[in-house]
């Protein structure tokens, strides 16, 4: 049995990833100036970091069309049995109920296995590479289906901001409260639960000791996580202390694998430059 998988871009996997394990990306679109561009492809997030700048706005956002899922499903559905779909949580877009609709509409929908992620970024990730494993054992799709599906509420989804200002343009946050965030530099630590998400704690202070204090309070959940692998995301520069968050879970938690990736155009225009935030799986 052949099963291809397919994600929206907002998994943010690095390019490496998804040579190594044969994942087709499909990009989600950026809208600036009434002109769309695709998602790491002919768009960064450092060009949008340097529009949002300078017209103090956030871009739209805009999910992939019928016409292109279609054409990637008869593609892979000339070699493949199934496709396993993966999108980003469907409270954030319309992705996953148009996966399902366009192969509903191809009369496809006995080959095309949509999962909404529930989650964002590399938590998406998590779910991928799990399903790659079980392919590679040589489960078929409803298995594969089942164990991704059951996957998704144990994962712990997790990040910080460095400025609020791109919540504030994307309606996240009032004015109000960018203003006294910044003010008393606050960094608030946002948690993806069932595909919504919340401020759960509010640092102060300059973003190093908001990154350490962020990794220390998960401690107890590190200590008791799947030590298969975990995901360490950033947007906007790489920063040192990454390096030293990626050793320190690889010697004192002992995780297998500790995957490094930026956040891609959709994550940044949202959450800005600066964030940091680690995903894993809980046993």
């Known amino acids: 049995m052949k099963i291809k998988i397919i994600a929206d871009s907002s998994c943010d996997l690095s390019p490496e990833i998804i040579?190594?394990?044969?994942?087709?990306?499909?990009?989600?679109?950026?809208?600036?100036?009434?002109?769309?561009?695709?998602?790491?492809?002919?768009?960064?997030?450092?060009?949008?970091?340097?529009?949002?700048?300078?017209?103090?706005?956030?871009?739209?956002?805009?999910?992939?069309?019928?016409?292109?899922?279609?054409?990637?499903?008869?593609?892979?559905?000339?070699?493949?049995?199934?496709?396993?779909?993966f999108s980003v949580a469907s409270t954030l877009s319309g992705t996953y109920n148009m996966m399902r609709a366009t192969a509903r509409d191809l009369n496809m929908i006995d080959k095309v296995y949509c999962i909404n992620s529930k989650n964002l970024c590399s938590a998406i990730g998590l779910q991928i590479l799990k399903a790659k494993e079980l392919i590679a054992k040589g489960k078929d799709i409803e298995y594969v289906y089942k164990k991704v599906r059951d996957l998704r509420s144990k994962i712990s989804s997790s990040f910080v901001v460095d400025t609020l200002d791109y919540l504030n343009r994307g309606g996240r946050c009032s004015d109000t409260v960018r203003l006294m965030g910044t003010a008393l530099k606050i960094h608030p630590k946002i948690v993806v639960e069932d595909g919504n998400m919340r401020v759960a704690k509010k640092y102060r202070g300059n973003m190093k000791r908001v990154r350490s204090e962020y990794v220390a309070d998960l401690h107890e959940s590190l200590k008791k996580a799947d030590k298969e692998r975990i995901f360490v995301s950033y947007s906007g520069e790489y920063i040192g202390y990454i390096d030293e968050v990626k050793e320190m879970l690889l010697k004192e938690y002992r995780f297998k694998e500790v995957l490094v990736t930026r956040a891609g155009c959709v994550i940044s225009s949202h959450c800005g430059p600066g964030t940091f935030a680690l995903f894993f799986a809980e046993k």
């Open 19 to 85: 040579k190594k394990y044969d994942i087709e990306v499909l990009p989600l679109h950026i809208i600036i100036d009434n002109k769309s561009y695709d998602d790491g492809v002919d768009i960064t997030p450092d060009d949008i970091f340097r529009w949002c700048d300078e017209h103090k706005a956030c871009p739209g956002t805009a999910g992939l069309s019928p016409y292109e899922l279609g054409e990637a499903y008869k593609k892979y559905l000339m070699t493949y049995d199934y496709i396993l779909c």
